[in-house]
């Protein structure tokens, strides 16, 4: 950084590192409680992983959407921060295309598989999860009686035990690809029961009516990022990654960019996968290096066709496809309110996200498009506008939706997600006790976070704000939902 711009000094009781969902209600909270606080944000916006743009002309989500009812500290933020939410579900058969062939069912029908069998014994595995998931103690997984075992297997080792037919496989994996962002090989089977586990069920992760997807945010996620900021304004800076946090018995030095706080506490939000490219001194502990080292983030590369109406509706279409080919494999309906525009969103997953982000913007679009005119029809070809966003390739994400605990994760690194270093705090969805990875993971992170820095200011009001009203990060996980069967996301 030699030969720019000066560093200002500031300082303040609490330094918040970054400005998603968890950053900002950590700030909001702290703020509420009579602590000072500064947020630093690398990016030129507030949000993290939530975004929204504008694409033909209609705001659309780049990022993490979708909340369920079940999820009470999103949907309380929501309602104090005046963001309305709509409806997710739109009426209409799905498209399901496997092996070349395109079929369409209804949503309260069997998924058409090839193999007739293949529907339950889908259900019959995700089931057998379920009940596994039921000695696994939600924020705790690897105190769970059998957390060696799971921790040490992929949840591919576990398919492959549980399932036999090609088109039950297809389907799992194409679940988890949409849950995950990643295949079934990359993730631990302990942290996949941790996170039925945190969803109080896995009906709770995969059905749309009961949990996670039922609705979204009028003008997108990410205004809630921008209402709370509002709220914080004059303490957000952005632009500015910070580069340097050091600490001794008086406090710390968070430096960045543009900006140097000496502080009493600081709270990181980042993904654990870049808790680590921030330089600490004196050094953090082993076990917190190695956390970073083995949380990557999934791979998705989210995409949008707009068009000036939701033509699909009119053949009966709910805009939901589910496919073997890619590389959109899952596809919804992500319409604005009204009939002045129709939105197909499509994700590019996992092995498939890994690969086209090789690819150029072009080559994407247009074979995205192509996935969309094999769903849809022809129709699909033409948009009005079209955007993406790979969120490998943003810097402060590397990925998304969410970190991915890799086997033997939990047994060692397990507790070093929330534990404190020194003055050090951690938040961020992936350190949820509920709904770990979604946005409501991300409120728990921020508002738990605040009152452990709270509790060490003796000063601080920690009775102004009830425990659970808000807080959050910046990450429901920006996943659609798949299949009638019990399985999405």
Request: aromatic share 6%; glycine share 14%.
């Amino acid at each position: 950084m030699t030969g720019g711009p000066a560093r200002r000094d500031e300082t303040a009781e609490v330094v918040v590192v970054g400005a998603g969902l968890a950053g900002l209600v950590a700030a909001r909270e702290l703020e509420a409680a009579g602590a000072s606080v500064v947020v630093i944000e690398a990016n030129d916006r507030v949000g993290g992983r939530t975004m929204t743009r504008r694409v033909g002309g209609v705001p659309v989500e780049m990022g993490g959407q979708w909340i369920g009812p079940d999820q009470h500290r999103i949907n309380v933020l929501a309602g104090e921060l005046g963001v309305e939410t709509l409806p997710t579900e739109v009426p209409g058969r799905t498209v399901f295309y496997e092996g070349g062939r395109r079929s369409e069912y209804e949503e309260d029908g069997e998924v058409p598989f090839g193999d007739l069998g293949a529907s339950l014994e889908v259900q019959e595995a995700f089931q057998a999860l379920s009940e596994l998931a039921k000695g696994v103690p939600a924020g705790v997984p690897w105190t769970a009686e059998r957390a060696a075992e799971w921790d040490g297997q992929t949840l591919e080792t576990w398919k492959l035990a549980h399932t036999h037919s090609a088109g039950a496989r297809f389907y799992f994996d194409l679940a988890v690809e949409s849950l995950y962002a990643c295949e079934p090989r990359d993730i631990s089977l302990l942290g996949v029961l941790s996170d039925i586990a945190s969803s109080g069920g896995f009906g709770g992760l995969f059905e749309i009516e009961a949990s996670a997807e039922e609705n979204r945010f009028v003008g997108g996620a990410q205004e809630l990022c921008v209402r709370m900021a509002r709220e914080v304004e004059g303490s957000v800076v952005l632009s500015s990654p910070v580069r340097r946090i050091s600490q001794d018995g008086d406090g710390v030095l968070v430096e960045s960019d543009t900006v140097s706080v000496r502080a009493r506490a600081v709270i990181i939000t980042v993904p654990p996968a870049l808790r680590g490219r921030i330089e600490y001194a004196p050094a953090l502990p082993p076990v917190h290096d190695g956390l970073s080292q083995r949380m990557p983030m999934g791979a998705v590369i989210k995409c949008h066709a707009v068009y000036d109406a939701p033509f699909w509706r009119g053949a009966g279409l709910n805009g939901r496809a589910e496919s073997d080919a890619g590389p959109c494999k899952v596809t919804c309906d992500n319409s604005p309110p009204g009939a002045d525009a129709g939105v197909l969103t499509g994700f590019i997953l996992g092995s498939d996200a890994r690969e086209w982000s090789r690819r150029s913007v072009g080559e994407r679009k247009q074979a995205v498009l192509e996935c969309f005119a094999r769903y849809f029809g022809e129709g699909a070809l033409d948009p009005r506008g079209y955007d993406e966003c790979d969120w490998g390739a943003e810097v402060y994400s590397r990925g998304g939706y969410a970190g991915v605990p890799v086997p033997g994760f939990y047994l060692d690194h397990g507790p070093a997600l929330q534990e404190p270093v020194g003055r050090v705090h951690w938040a961020g969805t992936e350190t949820a006790e509920r709904w770990n990875g979604y946005m409501d993971g991300a409120v728990e992170s921020g508002s738990r976070a605040a009152r452990e820095v709270l509790s060490t200011l003796p000063s601080a009001n920690t009775s102004s704000r009830p425990e659970g009203t808000s807080g959050g990060e910046n990450s429901s996980r920006g996943r659609p939902r798949v299949g009638a069967t019990g399985i999405g996301g």
